[in-house]
């Protein structure tokens, strides 16, 4: 069997629109739980 590596199929396609895609999703979704965790941490008073 030839493997015809400069062709780009109909799978590999939708592959990549859906990494590309649930790449984006868990950056946002995981940059939302830390500004979430970030805001529960009590504040620290650094004056004396």
Do not use: C
């Amino acid at each position: 069997m030839k493997v015809d590596w400069n062709h780009v199929t109909p799978v590999s396609q939708a592959v990549a629109i859906v990494l590309f895609i649930g790449v984006f999703v868990l950056g946002i979704y995981l940059g939302m739980q830390i500004e979430k965790s970030m805001n529960n941490l009590p504040s620290v008073s650094t004056s004396k």
